[in-house]
């Protein structure tokens, strides 16, 4: 079965409206998150989406996302993964981190003590084939 490019959209903005983002410092599954950051300060962050249909139909951040600044080391962060809530949850999403200053690049980020890591519009896209 085939969906249309509008109904990707429509079943990628409902499944993805009202969700967190958080960090994980090992490669997610589909069936599972990751590691994700532990340390006392670290908090997933919400988001909101702008969709373009085509193929892929794509989610990508309208405004930045900023996580808080790192009081101890988070290690090695990887992907982003997207949750239904602020802490708990359901795991429904993730991609690979790309450098925030220039999206075509890979990362992993390695966040130290005093990192602040921060994603500008754009910087965060959630595709659908």
Do not use: C
């Not at 109904?7 to 958080?22: D, P, R, Y």
């Not at 589909?30 to 909101?48: H, L």
């Not at 890979?106 to 659908?128: C, M, N, Y």
């Amino acid at each position: 079965m085939s969906f249309s490019d509008l109904a990707e959209q429509t079943m990628l903005a409902s499944v993805l409206e009202n969700t967190f983002i958080g960090l994980v410092t090992s490669t997610p599954t589909d069936t599972s998150p990751g590691i994700e950051v532990s340390a006392a300060e670290y908090a997933r962050q919400p988001w909101s989406a702008s969709y373009t249909q085509g193929n892929p139909t794509t989610a990508t951040n309208m405004g930045t996302v900023e996580f808080p600044q790192a009081v101890t080391n988070w290690g090695q962060v990887t992907h982003a993964v997207l949750f239904t809530a602020a802490t708990g949850g359901v795991f429904i999403a993730y991609m690979e981190l790309r450098d925030p200053n220039n999206i075509a690049m890979l990362l992993p980020k390695v966040v130290t003590s005093g990192d602040i890591l921060r994603f500008q519009a754009g910087a965060i896209t959630f595709e659908l084939e």
